[in-house]
T-cell receptor
């Protein structure tokens, strides 16, 4: 079945440093979504990427979708303590028996030291 | 209203108990999901309902029984659970389940402890 690998598992940064997390899917995706889960909270949607090579920005966050629609990244510039949490990518199958199924990566737990 | 409401927020149950988790959304979404999440792990898909029909069952043990009474409600019936079933159970909904570009809205979850 589809697998979505995400690295790193943990990232500790000083406030002001940049942060990047990467996702790689074993199969071609129809789209990829990114979620943030604060400690003790639930996943909250950040963004969705649909097109090959797509790049989207939200303030200090930059999201990319690979040309082959199998990999993606999230980059945060100048982290702040409010960025603390777990960032998940989630890919939707492009076909097969699990068409439309959303598969989550393992997540990257981000800690920001003030 | 962009909320997915789950009840109860916390549940402690014995291994012989029967209980139900409830989920409600009023966004007109036609796909609803149950996920299970263990600490420091990603949400793990259990069931998908598309247009009120069960479309995906990720080989979940029969002690978990989903039900979708109507397009706004989703239940998860629990019976004879094991301690290892203790987890955060998340309900989610999305406008269109077939990958045509819709985000999933998650509820706050039910933190289940099986004793």
């Amino acid at each position: 079945g589809q697998q979505v690998m995400q690295i790193p598992q943990y990232q500790h940064v000083q406030e002001g440093e940049d942060f990047t997390t990467y996702c790689n899917s074993s199969t071609t995706l129809s789209n990829i979504q990114w979620y943030k889960q604060r400690p003790g909270g639930h996943p909250v949607f950040l963004i969705q990427l649909v097109k090959s090579g797509e790049v989207k920005k939200q303030k200090r966050l930059t999201f990319q979708f690979g040309e082959a629609k199998k990999n993606s990244s999230l980059h945060i510039t100048a982290t702040q303590t409010t960025d603390v949490g777990t960032y998940f990518c989630a890919g939707r199958n492009a076909g097969g028996t699990s068409y439309g199924k959303l598969t989550f990566g393992q997540g990257t737990i981000l800690t920001v030291h003030p | 209203d962009t909320e997915v409401t789950q009840t109860p927020k916390h549940l402690v149950m014995g291994m012989t108990n029967k209980k139900s988790l409830k989920c409600e959304q009023h966004m007109g979404h036609r796909a609803m999901y149950w996920y299970k999440q263990k600490a420091k792990k990603p949400p793990e898909l259990m069931f998908v309902y598309s247009y009120e029909k069960l479309s995906i069952n990720e080989s979940v043990p029969s002690r978990f029984s989903p039900e979708c009474p109507n397009s706004s409600l989703l239940n998860l019936h629990l019976h004879a659970l094991q301690p290892e079933d203790s987890a955060l159970y998340l309900c989610a909904s999305s406008q269109d389940p077939w990958g045509r570009g819709t985000e999933a809205f998650f509820g706050q979850g039910t933190r289940l402890t099986v004793v």
